[in-house]
């Protein structure tokens, strides 16, 4: 279904990504990636936007680095 906005054109799309695992050729093991959010970037190249959320992470754990749950090692991720 297509929706217009303004000059811009927008489309509704079904959900992704329901399986909400990942998967890690190293270790064959499932990692739990609930939780993830689309932003422009996503399917245009938006640097604003992406900055914008990163920062926001990164300033989050630097001032409160304990509500951040420790659930994968580095051994996972290489």
Avoid: C
Wanted: proline share 3%; charged share 20%; hydrophobic share 30%.
């Amino acid at each position: 279904m297509q929706a217009e906005h303004g000059t811009s054109r927008t489309y509704e799309r079904a959900g992704t990504h329901n399986d909400e695992s990942g998967w890690s050729q190293a270790t064959v093991a499932d990692i739990d990636m609930q939780g993830g959010w689309y932003d422009a970037g996503d399917y245009l190249k938006f640097t604003e936007t992406i900055v914008y959320s990163a920062y926001n992470l990164l300033r989050a754990y630097e001032i409160n680095p304990g509500i951040f749950q420790k659930k994968i090692t580095p051994s996972l991720l290489t």
